[in-house]
């Protein structure tokens, strides 16, 4: 990509591994990004809000991002994303092949595997009817779709009635534990109203992830008490985020997991671009930090850690109610 290219962008992206940030002059610099000899799994995304998914998973690929959950909902969303999440990534993998060389005889690198998981965002939550949930039990019947979400309650925007979100978030939690999924919370200056709800429902047998988690220790420990996973984002990378720092240094490693939530928080020295998936790798290396993983077999465990519980809970076989088969 020429200067004048990066020049003309507001999203300077290319088909190599590198980030790059705006000086105050106009022009664009490349920024060191972070190695690890091993890759991550990007637990929360939202590739169909990108400008280039397959782009987008191309350098996810490159940066050694192998697993990625993309995440729908039914109100918002079109179902025809669902049925594009393959084609994008023979796509990416293709571009791949002819931008990346075989270099005596070393891996390529991979398209990272891509699931989904839909549901109806608590800022939708006043259109959730009958009908909608009908649909949603289509949308989740799809092939590639891993898990219920994401769902919950957001006070901090209340774009839907909180009497709305609450109605919402039960029929939701019922209908993954009937369908045998795990669930993707979405849980903003909400925790103690979500807990309540969850210990009155139930938690679902096959598992909670809080996504992009952004509160404290305190508020966050009956959740990872009860065996509830932990997502954390870029926001663990901003100088404002000790209490974000606090808690992604407790979870347990076999709860944590790592996340973008593309396209929006990006993590430093990327913040207020766009987010993508390949951005993984900064809040990678920040969570380390946190976590003391100092040296590279330390960083290597932490981030394979990581990875597995991303795989465990989200990447599944169909369940039997996914599969239409006899209760």
């Not at 400008?51 to 490159?62: F, I, N, Y």
């Not at 049925?83 to 070393?106: E, I, K």
């Not at 988690?213 to 985020?241: H, K, M, N, Q, R």
């Not at 939530?261 to 969570?287: H, I, N, S, W």
Request: net charge negative.
């Amino acid at each position: 990509m020429s200067d004048e290219e990066l020049l003309a962008g507001e999203e300077p992206l290319s088909a190599d591994d590198l980030f790059r940030v705006r000086k105050k002059n106009g022009e664009w610099k490349a920024v060191e990004t972070p190695k690890f000899g091993v890759t991550v799994a990007d637990a929360h995304t939202h590739l169909q809000y990108l400008a280039d998914p397959v782009l987008a998973l191309a350098r996810a690929g490159l940066a050694g991002v192998s697993f990625i959950c993309t995440v729908l909902d039914v109100f918002e969303d079109d179902e025809e994303v669902l049925d594009r999440l393959r084609p994008w990534t023979h796509q990416a993998a293709v571009s791949m092949q002819r931008t990346v060389p075989c270099c005596c005889g070393a891996p390529r690198p991979r398209v990272p595997q891509v699931r989904a998981a839909v549901g109806c965002h608590p800022h939708n939550a006043a259109r959730y009817d009958a009908a909608l949930e009908e649909k949603l039990r289509t949308w989740l019947r799809k092939p590639d779709v891993v898990a219920l979400g994401e769902i919950g309650l957001d006070y901090h925007y209340d774009f839907s009635p909180a009497a709305d979100q609450k109605r919402a978030f039960r029929a939701q939690l019922r209908l993954a534990k009937e369908a045998g999924l795990p669930v993707v919370l979405h849980v903003r200056e909400a925790l103690a109203d979500a807990w309540e709800i969850v210990q009155d429902e139930g938690l679902p047998e096959a598992g909670v992830l809080l996504h992009c988690f952004t509160d404290t220790w305190e508020a966050l420990g009956p959740w990872v008490e009860a065996g509830c996973s932990v997502s954390f984002g870029g926001a663990i990378t901003f100088g404002d985020a000790d209490a974000i720092r606090d808690a992604a240094a407790r979870v347990p490693v076999g709860q944590l997991l790592l996340e973008t939530d593309a396209p929006y928080m990006a993590p430093k020295p990327l913040r207020g671009q766009k987010c993508e998936p390949a951005q993984m790798v900064f809040t990678a290396e920040r969570l380390c930090e946190v976590r003391g993983a100092d040296d590279e077999d330390a960083r290597r465990e932490l981030l394979l850690a990581t990875q597995r519980n991303a795989l465990a809970l989200l990447d599944r076989k169909p369940t039997a109610w996914q599969a239409g088969e006899p209760r």
